[in-house]
């Protein structure tokens, strides 16, 4: 009994090995994924089967040489200005984020999400400036008398971020003819807006990043929530990228997946990147529950966020 025991035993893992191992490689040119950085588990430790050519984070120089790349670094200054969305008249105040050096930078426009403009979502904004851009962060919930957390979404506010486009590219310091869009949780939804509803990514936006989105429109009947993704994503051709966490909210994390895969199929230029180790929210918790993980997902998607728009504002120079 002991010996068949065993037998079934070491049988059940060997079939459990196989199977991990065959999840761990079928990760190649005709995979199925949305994630740029899928990764399968061993028993022992993950591991990424794509080809070489295919893992666009791979830094010879770095993995060889031992090379890092220097991250840019500004000091930050910032101004509290406010525009006037024409649709309606409505005033919307806004920070303005650059670097302290004197001279013009890029132009990125950063929508708050669901949370409002408050103390821990502004470092976001401030973490771009430092990069070596000028940030227009505008509060569309205080230009409205929203109370922060709304469950509802109002559609003015829309006109309000798409104002924000024009009054960030009058700006005197800006460098380019045209802005990047960067935002996080239903702040990506008010910039897919933007850039489709507004038609931005005709004229005045070169590329969108987005944190964690609320792909889906709020007010939206619940099974839209949970198995559909905003009918915007299949018009949006901005090259674009978006981060999430591993343990992200399952029904933000669906859409998501869900929407990159289509836009894939349709040659977009489209990037999903998740981070293990960490959920919703990695960029902006605050120090007393704070991850080691969500240190160096945010650390890294900054940079990334950074490459990525100075890349794509580049051909932007006024």
Not at 23 to 39: K, L, M, V
Not at 74 to 102: F, L, M
Request: hydrophobic share 40%.
């Amino acid at each position: 009994m002991i010996k068949l025991a065993t037998s079934i035993f070491i049988s059940t893992v060997s079939i459990f090995a196989g199977v991990l191992l065959a999840n761990a490689t079928d990760i190649g040119p005709n995979s199925n994924e949305a994630s740029d950085t899928t990764f399968g588990k061993r028993l022992n430790a993950p591991i990424n089967t794509l080809p070489q050519e295919r893992k666009f984070w791979w830094d010879s120089s770095w993995y060889l040489d031992g090379k890092l790349e220097v991250p840019t670094n500004y000091d930050v200054v910032e101004r509290q200005v406010s525009y006037v969305n024409s649709e309606d008249g409505t005033e919307v105040p806004a920070i303005i984020y650059r670097p302290k050096k004197a001279g013009k930078f890029p132009a990125v426009l950063f929508q708050h999400g669901r949370r409002g403009l408050d103390e821990l979502v502004k470092r976001l904004a401030k973490r771009m400036a430092a990069r070596g851009f000028v940030v227009l962060a505008p509060d569309v919930y205080a230009a409205r008398f929203i109370d922060t957390l709304p469950i509802e979404h109002l559609l003015e506010t829309e006109g309000d971020v798409n104002a924000g486009v024009d009054f960030l590219l009058q700006q005197k310091d800006v460098s380019t003819s045209k802005a990047c869009l960067y935002s996080h949780t239903r702040g990506g939804y008010y910039t897919l807006r933007v850039a489709v509803k507004y038609r931005r990514q005709e004229d005045k936006i070169a590329c969108y990043v987005s944190f964690y989105p609320h792909w889906q429109n709020p007010n939206a009947a619940e099974p839209m929530q949970v198995y559909r993704y905003a009918s915007e994503l299949d018009k949006l051709t901005l090259p674009t990228m978006v981060f999430i966490g591993e343990y992200e909210q399952y029904q933000r994390r669906r859409s998501i997946e869900t929407a990159v895969k289509f836009m894939k199929k349709a040659n977009r230029d489209v990037k999903l990147i998740i981070y293990p180790g960490v959920g919703r929210g990695f960029d902006f918790r605050p120090p007393n529950v704070r991850t080691f993980a969500d240190d160096l997902a945010t650390k890294d998607a900054v940079q990334r966020t950074a490459n990525f728009m100075k890349r794509h504002l580049s051909q932007w120079s006024k």
